[in-house]
């Protein structure tokens, strides 16, 4: 496919980022209830067209989404109360316990106080048909998840590793299933609500002639549904160890590298068996999502490989991994999939090649336009407009908080090439670059339109365990200001869209 003609259904057009989880609500965490349906208003009033969410996968240690106990679930915080409440599964009293106006998302409290409220709403539940075709539809991974997380809440949370034996083998856990069913039960209607919410709100986002952009990580916690089903897909030695995991060498930010801990995979065994794996998991994705954004594209050209035990990343290497053939046949079996490549950090021309061979539009991260000259981030260097552009990302400073750092020449280079209107802020210069390049779409973090600070916006600070993901919108954001200003910018740059009806 030649990257010239790959289309995502448009020609020119904006979007915004904004998480799920960082939507108001008064309940902890943003969710699939009034707030997103309003946010999808709030685009349409824009002019927007996509909104990118980050993974809608549950969390974890760490509470990252990139790194999942199951990559084929949704995230159980994102089921809306109210929406409970509305449908007689919780009374009035139940859902004022579920309220929390807090400023940033507090994931402890959530896992001592929703999981409580979910099962109350769990013993009123009558199943009916739609429950009925959904346990078929999803029959592929629905009594896996929800085996594996009844036994977690068996072992405490504990990771899978910890069990006992005839737990740690999936087969053998399998054959004693029955003992946990009514718990098992929990689980599938945990995920039948998460779906039945999501596609509704899918739906609304349709109507009004919004896509939903979607992101998956390329790889899965250790401690997850997906290598304790199947370890197969995965190089692990005789105890279920990783014998080699995933990372980044050490760079110019960081001496010892990246040191993720993901295990890595099998991709000789998913190879030789087609990558079924792969297909059914993007399958997934493209039920919950219109575009797929794929993180960290360059480990489907090469790898880093970090042996199992090392503190650090030092000792990594780089291994050749099958990206085209697992892009054919992704292809093959998805003909109509849209997909993002996010091609970001130590590119080098194996990742050029596979992105051209692909036709995936590749990312445009404005931050790293100049701290050199002719930059290929620099939006007058493109030589396409197949590729998304931002002028930051979820792992990235707040735009304002990235200008007023800049020093020295790197300093020099951003005032000359993203010039200032009268009265313009550094952050809405370097947003009207992106939108006024040649990119087909032009996707803002909603932090920026807000011209929000590090200490109240940003979201992640990789290397870092404590304090990420907890970002939360003001309960202003939609103020007319805010929607002026986006909407001129999306005219003047032509990529408005119009107010469905």
Known sequence: MNSQTYSLGFKRAAGILMPLSSLPSPYGIGNMGRGAYEFIDFLVSCHQKCWQVLPLNPTSYGDSPYQSPASLAGNPYFIDPETLHARGLITKEELKTAKFSAATVDYGWLFNTRYELLRAAYSRFVPDAAYRAFLRREADWIDDYALFMALKVKNSYRSWREWQVDERNYNAAKKNAKALSDECDFWRWVQFEFMTEWQKLLSYAHSRGILIIGDMPIYVAHDSMDVWRSPEEFLLDENYDPTTVAGCPPDAYSEDGQLWGNPIYNWEHMKANGFDWWCRRVGGAFKLYDILRIDHFRGFASFYSIPYGDENAKRGEWISAPGRELFDKIKEVYPGGK????????????????????????????????????????????TTDNCIVYTASHDSDCTRSWAAALEGATRSRFLRECKRERGESAT?????????????????????????????????????DRGNWCFRAPKGYRSDKVIDKITAITKNAKRAYRKAK
Not at 346 to 363: A, K, Q
Not at 440 to 464: C, F, H, W
């Open 339 to 382: 997909i993002i490549a996010e091609d970001l950090g130590f590119i080098t021309d194996d990742v050029r090649e596979l992105l051209s061979y692909t036709g995936f539009p590749g990312m445009k991260l404005l931050q790293f336009a100049f701290f050199e000259e002719n930059n290929e981030y620099l939006p007058r260097t493109y």
């Open 428 to 464: 809405t210069a370097l947003i009207r670059l992106a939108m006024n390049s040649k990119g087909k779409l032009a996707v803002i973090p909603i932090q920026d339109y807000l011209e929000l600070t590090n200490e109240r916006g940003r979201m992640n600070t990789p290397s870092t």
